[in-house]
């Protein structure tokens, strides 16, 4: 079997999975995580450096002992604005083309304010940036900000942190099935099944950081994960069965011992 | 002179730059990105770039987030 990479911009990946940083119990249980869930892409935040603290080892300290790819995000940002400051930040810390552009419209879903994002990511790309951005599952959205130069487009499936899974599986297939740039779930997958459903329905791969950090043993959520993604690409691949409402019999329908000639009992 | 950083205040020395601001910090060799007035200070104009008094100093990094 092919190991069918994942091409994201001018930036390659081997594996579907890319994963969150953040709510992590400790640094050395992120670190584990990450690695057992074999992701090339990390999401990171921006924030203030906090100038109270005494050096303090940071998750770049972890990330840098793996071979990561950083991804830095715009999370908490609730205009344009500051997301194209975010981004610029984050470039300038590191170099990097990448950005999940997040542009939040609602604290309590969590919902992306979808026309701040449109506006953001056109800046974002014209200033060169690799622009991977959240949004709802919809797929006039998808299309603008694909026509906009956005590298991969980023529908979540669920609302973030909420673990609900994909919502709108039909959704996420017309996207798929319209986009020319990888389609990445991102937010709200909440344990295996949801990542295998998500890249069952072709997406390229899946976002997550809580349904790993927030398990009880993150480690073995990462590793499931991992399986998750690669069991429901090649699902993909394959080529699923037609779902049908009545039984076909696998085993041969002749032959049945006390079967009359047209093998009814 | 005065200077805001990261949303609090503090006193520096006179034509402090954005290197011996950080010196003090203690963040010389941590991964930063630095913002004066919201205009980001590349990297390589550290040591050059003079502060001001009044000028609102961001210092940011990378956190954990998803």
Redesign the interface.
Known sequence: MSDDGLKIGEFEFHSRLFTGTGKYPNLETARKALEASGCDVVTVAIRRVDLTATGADSIMTVLRQGNYTILPNTAGCYTAADAIRTARLAREILDTPLIKLEVIGDEKTLFPDVPATLQAAKTLVNEGFTVLPYFNDDPVAARRLEDLGCAAVMPLAAPIGSGLGVRNPFNIEIIVQHARVPVIVDAGVGTASDAAVAMELGVSGVLMNTAIAGAKDPVRMARAMKAAVQAGRDAFLAGRIERKLYATASSPLKGVIGSDQHGRP | MRLV????ERQVGPSTTVKQLLVS???AD??????RN?E?V??AQYEHAELHDGDRV?????????
């Open positions: 950083v990261n949303g609090e910090l203690g963040l941590t991964l930063v990105a630095v913002e919201e980001i590349p990297r961001e210092v940011v990094h990378f956190v954990g987030g998803g």
